[in-house]
């Protein structure tokens, strides 16, 4: 891995790590693409930079995560069963499934399937979709629902599901908003992430060198710039479409990768 892989990737990650079309998933086929060897360091660099977008939330949400306490115990509580379940899965998710393209193709797949079946169902229950962004009024998310959130985000941890897709259906099936779970996803995403990041290196930091730390910083830079922008260009889109254009994404890549697989091994 050199640092122009660190770049691409860091790119992949800020634009995808909030659309539902999942960024690990993407970074793992994008990985393969480029011929970069599969080693636990990759499997750290894929979770570390997430942190990056995640500081992009910080800078961008930051008025209102220092003047919301309700915004802020409700993130926690959410928090609260992803990060039980993830530390009793951590290994084997890393161990077995995070680097897999088969796992990734078919999570892509089966989702777009699930998000078109339930953006049509869900259709006549939206109401117009107007974020309030930074300074904007307390999440109307009870503590109850925020529970739930929280075990539909841990379903996330299979790559290619995608954070951002479970927390935003899984929040609406729990009758939330579509206004209110969007910008919730987003806040829910830094103590998830941070806690994915710190436990991956802690159990890794003494195997990490110098020059891994260097590109470590170069995917983490490159995708909290490209992180910002996304996310700007996310909530202007979504105010006018729903979901059903990533779905179907999702599903042409899938296919696309499995038909790799299939004939060349990739």
Partial sequence: MNIFHAIILGVVEGI???????STGHMILVSKLLGIQETDF???????????????????????????????????????????????LHDVVK??????????SISLIVGGILIIWFEK????????????????????????????????QAIAMIPG?????????????????????????????????LAASVLDLYKGVGEISNNEIGLLAT??????IVAIIAI?????????HNF?????YRIIVGIIFLVLLSTSGL
């Fill in 121 to 152: 169902h869900n259709a006549k229950r939206q109401s117009k979709l107007s974020i309030q962004g930074d300074g904007g009024v307390d999440l109307r998310i009870g503590y109850i629902q925020a529970v739930k959130i929280g075990f539909y």
């Fill in 42 to 88: 990759l499997k750290t660099f894929e979770i570390f930079i997430q942190l990056g977008a995640i500081l992009s939330v910080v800078v961008l949400y930051f008025r209102r995560l220092l003047t919301s306490k309700d915004t802020i115990i409700k993130v926690i509580v959410a928090f609260i069963p992803t990060a039980i379940l993830g530390l009793a």
């Fill in 244 to 248: 059903i254009g990533f779905a179907y």
């Fill in 161 to 193: 599901v995608s954070r951002s897709a479970a927390t935003i259906i899984g929040g609406q099936i729990s009758g939330v908003s579509r206004v209110d779970i969007v910008e919730f996803s987003f806040l829910l995403a830094i103590p998830t992430m």
């Fill in 232 to 240: 700007k260009g996310f909530i202007s889109y979504i105010q006018k």
């Fill in 95 to 104: 161990r077995y499934l995070l680097g897999s393209s088969w796992v990734v």
């Fill in 219 to 224: 995917g983490f830079i490159t995708a909290f």
């Fill in 16 to 22: 995808t790590e909030f659309l539902p079309i999942s």
